[in-house]
């Protein structure tokens, strides 16, 4: 396992459309997982896409069964990896949230969601998952998703408002734990 460099806003290969898995049970997905989860821990991550570490597929990971020191007050959310993912909103209700992202390091921004979700996809090992979600679970897979579209939150902010360094906002909040 290793710990991968995570890209940062700026980088074209953020905004690319990444390509879908059509091998599973690889050991070559395996490892990108493993990789992943490695990344993802060290950095206090809620989630991250393949994108966010240069690979070009359709992966995405998220939630950590225990609270997320970057979201203290959020729910948790299960530890899930999803490939090839399609999210289907149910109604037209949004939420709006606080967001921030590895590779947009030191700020946070208000951004709408779908307040719920259906998310359709596969494991690792071709095995198919069907969720349907709400609240910060829905905003999170929506924020990993965004990335193989080649979308970072930024993109979504409505209101610049409430757009800025997280250490200005969030005081309380070690701003280092969003680099």
């Known amino acids: 396992m290793a710990i991968r460099e995570i890209l940062k806003m700026g980088d074209p290969r953020l905004l690319r459309i990444a390509q879908p898995v059509a091998d599973f049970d690889t050991d070559e997905l395996h490892l990108l997982v493993r990789d992943m989860f490695e990344t993802m821990h060290a950095v206090n991550g809620a989630g991250l896409a393949a994108p ?54 030191g700020l ?9 979700i259906r998310y359709t996809g596969f494991d690792p090992y071709g095995d198919p998952i069907d969720r349907t979600v709400s609240g910060f679970h829905a905003r999170v897979v929506q924020h990993e998703v965004d990335h193989l579209l080649g979308k970072l939150y930024p993109m979504r902010v409505r209101d610049f408002s409430r757009f800025g360094f997280t250490e200005v906002l969030f005081p309380g909040l070690d701003a280092g734990e969003d680099d």
């Open 108 to 116: 946070r921004g208000v951004v709408p969601r779908f307040a719920n």
């Open 52 to 105: 966010q570490i240069g690979v070009d597929l359709q992966v995405v990971i998220f939630g950590t069964d225990t609270v997320n020191p970057r979201y203290p007050d959020a729910p948790i959310v299960p530890r899930t990896v999803l490939v090839n993912p399609v999210i289907t909103p149910i109604g037209d209700d949004e939420e709006e949230g606080w967001e921030g992202c590895l590779s947009v390091p």
